[in-house]
């Protein structure tokens, strides 16, 4: 198992495809430069002391020691010792609709974007809960089975988008089989499924599959998120243009909240309809009413002692730090019959 303090900074990594980008703007420079005071070969048998090789190398050693740091910072963990605890707990599972119509922008910053927000702040607030996450469109997959890894939940749920599934449509009715098949059927938790979607475009009979899920013992609960007028959907938002779908006849697409047909599939399975806004994401009201529900004991195996590796990336940073001191730019008087960095390397 492995854990960071500070994941959000390995973003700094970045730095390293700029850094890369601008080194190599910077010997391009440099070699237009030389090229204006004559041959390069002639240029370069002048200039005894320069060594084309050695700033890249030291470049090289110096974007490596960022690196060693960035991970030093975040300080990665591995968990090294398992044990059994005790939790009390609910088993949930969130269905995360990631069709087409979901990029629509009547709840901003759009439909997707907002429900992978909330999804987030309410991971935020579980404590002993197992979840799981599983994403439909025209059919539903697991992305995530029931967990206590909630960070492993909330990278993958900020990454679900449209791409992941081809066939297009909303299969809610398939969303809420597979979320039946899913829980573990050892486990003696209350099970929980939440839908979030516009209900637009339903392509099976999610009301009885509801019931069916009711019927063993699992309440639904229904996010309506999308607004009564509608919007567009996006299919191409390349810079300003923004183009949107169009009907076989060239009209935009409008897609709307279809929000009786999720109120009823909440009724089927015992649970309750929240409509969403741009304000709050309703999964806040979601969770007050789950958050009533009896939790039941569990055992859980959890990592109990982590490993710090951040020295052992110090360490390195710093031996890749000393070993770019060590190499100069340009020959000493040392070092300049040494051809360890030049083109013909000469073993006499």
């Not at 309410?122 to 025209?138: N, P």
């Not at 015992?270 to 009413?289: C, H, I, P, Q, S």
């Not at 490993?307 to 070993?323: G, S, V």
């Amino acid at each position: 198992m492995v854990a960071f303090d500070h994941l959000i900074l390995l973003t700094l990594l970045i730095l390293i495809p700029v850094c890369i980008v601008l080194f190599l703007l910077m010997l391009r420079w440099k070699k237009n430069t030389m090229h204006t005071f004559g041959d390069a070969d002639v240029v370069q048998r002048i200039l005894t002391d320069y060594s084309p090789a050695r700033p890249i190398v030291k470049f090289v050693l110096l974007m490596l020691t960022l690196t060693m740091l960035v991970f030093a910072v975040v300080n990665m963990k591995i968990g090294s010792k398992m044990s059994s605890v005790k939790r009390k707990g609910l088993d949930i599972i969130i269905a995360l609709d990631i069709s087409n119509s979901m990029l629509a922008q009547d709840i901003k910053p759009s439909r997707i974007v907002r429900s992978q927000m909330a999804i987030s702040k309410l991971i935020d607030k579980f404590e002993d809960d197992q979840i799981g996450i599983i994403v439909f469109a025209g059919k539903a997959q697991v992305l995530l089975p029931v967990t206590t890894d909630y960070a492993a939940a909330k990278m993958l749920v900020s990454e679900a988008n449209p791409d992941i599934i081809q066939a297009q449509g909303t299969a809610i009715g398939d969303a809420i089989n597979l979320a039946r098949v899913s829980f573990d059927k050892n486990s003696k938790n209350k099970k929980v499924i939440i839908v979030i979607s516009d209900g637009e475009n339903h392509e099976d009979d999610a009301i009885e599959a509801a019931r069916a899920a009711a019927s063993d013992g699992l309440q639904t609960y229904t996010i309506g998120i999308g607004s009564a007028a509608g919007a567009p959907i996006p299919v191409n938002m390349s810079g300003f243009n923004i183009e949107y779908k169009k009907d076989n006849s060239g009209n935009t697409v409008v897609t709307k909240l279809n929000e009786t047909m999720l109120q009823q599939v909440a009724a089927a399975g015992k649970g309750t309809y929240v409509r969403a806004t741009t304000n709050d994401a309703g999964l806040n009201k979601v969770f007050d009413e789950i958050n009533k529900l009896e939790k039941k004991e569990y055992e859980a195996r959890v990592f109990s002692e982590y490993r710090n590796t951040y020295m052992y990336f110090i360490i390195a940073a710093l031996l890749l730090l000393i070993a770019d001191l060590i190499i100069l730019e340009r020959k000493t008087k040392l070092t300049r019959n040494v051809h360890l960095f030049s083109k013909k390397h000469i073993i006499s």
